[in-house]
């Protein structure tokens, strides 16, 4: 079945360090692919996603390609701050309109 | 954009309880919402698909006698835990999927319910 799976965390970064966040799924067919970010306290919230291979998903500074050889989505950002300390959850959508399947999520803690 | 509720944010109850959630659409109508239930430094499992006006899929190995859900409206999903355990204190969200998108997947998540049974 489909599924996805992430690094485990928790990472812990200095401000202006640079992230990466791996991210891998197994899925038939073409799947879109999201990351979410859940801050403390908070619901999950899209943070960037991507429908069809080699799409690059960009928010904030952060940025995702949707690589089909590799099936593969990684999250990076070439500098972060204490405000994106919270948990990032991989998530793959296998049909629009459908559920989301997630990863168990990765806490990255920033301090500056 | 898209604003999704829930009510309550927290609830503690007695074993043997019933505790009804509530998930709201504010601003979009959702013929779709969908219950996720999260536990500690877990992900997120699909509970059920809640269809409005028509009876919610529950995912295999989720009891629907238990968790019951009615979506009586395209702005409300109710999830009502029966008979609450200990084992079913959780984290319970919901997500809503704004009908114009209907073929994309754009999901906007509620905030989750900490329900703790005693």
């Known amino acids: 079945g489909n599924s996805v799976t992430q690094m485990e965390g928790p990472v812990t970064l200095s401000e202006e360090a640079f992230l990466t966040i791996n991210c891998t799924y197994t899925?038939?067919?073409?799947?879109?692919l999201f990351w979410y970010v859940q801050y403390p306290g908070e619901g999950l919230q899209l943070l960037l996603k991507a429908t069809k291979a080699d799409d690059k998903g960009s928010n904030k500074g952060f940025e995702a390609t949707y690589r089909k050889e590799t099936t593969s989505f990684h999250l990076e950002k070439g500098s972060v701050q204490v405000s994106d300390s919270a948990v990032y959850f991989c998530a793959l959508s296998s049909q629009a309109g459908t559920a989301l399947i997630f990863g168990k999520g990765t806490t990255l803690s920033v301090s500056s | 954009g898209a604003v999704v509720s829930q009510h309550p944010s927290w609830v503690i109850c007695k074993s043997g309880t019933s505790v009804k959630i509530e998930c709201r659409s504010l601003d979009f109508q959702a013929t779709t919402m969908f219950w996720y239930r999260q536990f500690p430094k877990q992900s997120l499992m699909l509970m059920a698909t809640s269809n409005e006006g028509s009876k919610a899929t529950y995912e295999q190995g989720v009891e629907k006698d238990k968790f019951l859900i009615n979506h009586a409206s395209l702005t409300l999903s109710t999830l009502t835990v029966t008979s609450a355990h200990p084992e079913d204190s959780s984290f319970y969200i919901c997500s809503a999927r704004e009908n114009r998108d209907r073929g994309t997947d754009t999901q906007y998540f509620g905030p989750g319910t900490r329900l703790t049974v005693l």
């Open positions: 899925a038939t067919g073409y799947p879109s």
